[in-house]
């Protein structure tokens, strides 16, 4: 098992969804516009000190608990229920998760358990756990 707590003062609100295209000679060309970009440098950054030295080659069940910083009306531990969408901010992670080698492949989350909370103190937990 791996488990780990990424502290961030702000917790990435950019999402995967936010990549755009553009036309160049005729021809879609996609792109991370800078924010994102910027979204997953921090992430790959914070995601780099946790690699494990063996990719995972087993199922596993990802927990993620993306805790953002608690603004005024709301308490610790309160489910947040505004943006970013949940699912759009799991797959930028888990696609920075992969470009660093923590797993085979992403195929191999068979399991995966996301929550969002207002929270005292802002991050990103998570939990990897290999299925038997």
């Not at 021809?27 to 997953?40: C, G, I, S, T």
Request: proline share 6%; with cysteine; charged share 30%.
């Amino acid at each position: 098992m791996i488990e780990f707590f990424m502290p961030m003062e702000k917790v990435p609100r950019t999402t995967h969804q936010q990549k755009q295209v553009a036309v160049k000679n005729g021809k879609p060309v996609f792109y991370e516009p800078p924010d994102l970009a910027d979204a997953r440098a921090k992430l790959m950054a914070h995601l780099g000190q946790h690699v494990p030295e063996e990719k995972i080659t087993k199922g596993i069940r990802l927990t993620v608990r993306w805790l953002f910083k608690k603004t005024k009306g709301h308490y610790n531990g309160e489910y947040k229920l505004t943006k970013p969408d949940l699912d759009n901010s799991n797959k930028l992670l888990q696609d920075c998760m992969s470009r660093l080698g923590f797993w085979k492949d992403d195929n191999l989350v068979a399991s995966l358990l996301a929550e969002k909370f207002w929270a005292d103190i802002p991050g990103i937990y998570i939990r990897i756990e290999v299925l038997e």
